[in-house]
Nanobody, 120 residues
Framework: QVQLVESGGGLVQAGGSLRLSCAASGRTDISWNVGWVRQAPGKEREVVAAISWDAAVQYYADSGRLAISRENAKNTVYLDMNSLNPEDTAVYYC???????????????WGQGTQVTVSS
């Protein structure tokens, strides 16, 4: 019914930058809040950024290195990451739902994730 597809991950050296994209299709809702959630091996999922449907409300785990934005006409949400560290290595998921939350399990719909690997 709903398809969320992440892209933009890859291998980057410490201190580098990446832009992740989340493209939505199917029975999407423009009023959905969207979060970016990462999971490193052996660790719990963590919301690193989230944005409301009108971008009026935003959350950042680290506002100094992250920027979330959305283009509703394109059904796309972006995550810009700067000054990446090896500890940022994880699978990054796009998640959506009616609630903007710091709890990843409150989001209803999920993509398959994109791998981000930061080398030292």
């Amino acid at each position: 019914q709903v398809q969320l597809v992440e892209s933009g991950g890859g291998l980057v050296q410490a201190g580098g930058s990446l832009r992740l994209s989340c493209a939505a299709s199917g029975r999407t809702d423009i009023s959905w809040n969207v979060g970016w959630v990462r999971q490193a091996p052996g660790k719990e999922r963590e919301v690193v950024a989230a944005i409301s449907w009108d971008a009026a409300v935003q959350y950042y785990a680290d506002s100094g290195r992250l920027a979330i934005s959305r283009e509703n006409a394109k059904n796309t949400v972006y995550l810009d990451m700067n000054s990446l560290n090896p500890e940022d290595t994880a699978v990054y998921y796009c998640a959506a739902g009616p609630v903007l939350s710091r709890n990843p399990y409150q989001y209803n719909y999920w993509g398959q994730g994109t791998q981000v690997t930061v080398s030292s």
